[in-house]
């Protein structure tokens, strides 16, 4: 789970953790109001939407009189925000925040987040603060200094003390940094984050470290620990689809390909999305209906599928163990009575009644499903169904 900016700066406040002033407003004229509260020659107004790269796309702008955070507010409100996060179609921007602006000496990247190859969580800085961080790992991965934390002895200040000097801090500044990392660490333990980052980090002409950015995303396994933190969900920010499936116990995430997957078990679901690319074919969601699935879940997974508009074939992987492979083949029958399926749905049903299942579909007499061999040849067919490479 991802919130926004001004959120996770009030967790940040709370931890301690220094931010300049700000406020989370909803029109230009609040946005007025809150600088003249805050002050200052120079403000930020920053549109507030779940995806990274705001600023290269127009929704972070800088403004140093009160009719200009006006304008900005104006301009930011209402757009159709489009960074490399977002995707082509944009976010639209319903809430911005106004920020004081800081006297800024260096800027700096830091970050928390797992590390799945060694289990731990790990601290990384930069001297590359403002900078796209995937960037900089990909071209200068030694301008990024990392330190894996054991979990049973949590951050210690040898490793503070290690990060300080790789990113060229001086003694008198490193007590600052010390207080910083150690209380967001803490951060990151308590509210069982996935990820915490922060982008720039700014060093203060007067030596005091402010975080100019905030970004968190939450586990979503511990959230029933963290009622706070779902209040802070905002579900205009997340897919309706991916919404609608969560409300029949369906894992679904869309994709930008042609070829629809509903497969049982994420593993599985994996290996699917693989070999349709490996087929030179581009999978258009990832959808589980898990070991539960019944003939009502099924067709309602074929409903969300084919509210994607680029969906030109369903490619059904069902291995039959926990769930029944003849419940799959109804639920399949079920789909095309109550929702216009008009691609070609390709199946492969493995595994605990698999041949009651086929029965039903081939008694069924629907041509546009073509049953597959195995899963190599259910992905071609699915490939080709949907336009072929």
Not at 18 to 24: D, E, L, R, S, V
Not at 42 to 68: D, F, N, P, S, Y
Not at 104 to 124: N, S
Request: glycine letters at 10%; a negative charge.
């Amino acid at each position: 789970m991802k919130i926004h900016e001004y959120q996770a700066k009030e967790l940040f406040a709370k931890y301690g953790i220094p931010i300049p002033a700000g406020k989370m407003i909803h029109n230009s004229e609040e946005a007025m109001e809150t600088a003249k509260e805050i002050g200052g020659g120079i403000w930020a107004v920053k549109a507030q939407i779940h995806a990274g790269g705001r600023g290269k796309g127009g929704g972070v702008k800088l403004a140093r009189t009160i009719t200009e955070v006006k304008e900005h507010a104006e301009s930011i409100l209402g757009m159709n925000l489009i960074t490399a996060q977002t995707g082509a179609e944009g976010q639209l921007v319903r809430k911005i925040y106004i920020e004081g602006g800081v006297d800024i000496a260096k800027e700096f990247y830091m970050g928390m987040v797992l590390d799945r190859a060694t289990e731990v969580p790990v601290m990384m800085v930069s001297t590359e603060g403002g900078m796209e961080i995937e960037k900089v790992a990909a071209e200068t991965p030694e301008k990024i200094v990392k330190v894996s934390i054991d979990p049973l002895y949590g951050l210690q200040a040898f490793q503070i003390m290690e990060m300080g000097y790789k990113i060229g801090l001086h003694k008198k500044e490193m007590k600052e940094f010390y207080q910083f990392a150690k209380k967001l660490y803490e951060l990151y333990i308590d509210m069982d984050a996935s990820i915490v980052e922060i982008n720039p980090l700014v060093l203060t002409t007067d030596d005091k470290f402010v975080a100019l950015d905030a970004k968190i995303a939450f586990d979503d396994n511990a959230l029933y620990r963290h009622p706070a933190i779902v209040e802070m969900r905002d579900f205009s920010e997340e897919e309706p689809a991916e919404l609608e499936a969560d409300k029949y116990g369906l894992s679904y995430v869309k994709l930008d390909g042609n070829v629809g997957c509903m497969v049982n078990g994420a593993g599985l679901a994996m290996s699917t999305m693989d070999i349709i690319k490996h087929e030179g074919g581009n999978p258009a969601n990832f959808l589980d209906v898990g070991g539960a699935a019944s003939a009502v879940t099924v067709a309602k997974g074929f409903e969300i599928i084919l509210k994607d508009p680029n969906v030109k074939a369903i490619f059904v992987n069902i291995f039959g163990g926990i769930v029944r492979c003849d419940r799959i083949a109804n639920g399949i029958l079920e789909a095309t009575k109550v929702t216009n399926v008009t691609v070609p749905i390709i199946v492969r049903l493995d595994g605990t009644n698999s041949d009651e299942a086929s029965e039903i579909l081939e008694n069924a007499h629907l041509n546009n499903i073509i049953p597959a061999k195995d899963l190599a040849d259910g992905a071609k067919l699915a490939v080709e169904a949907a336009g072929g490479r």
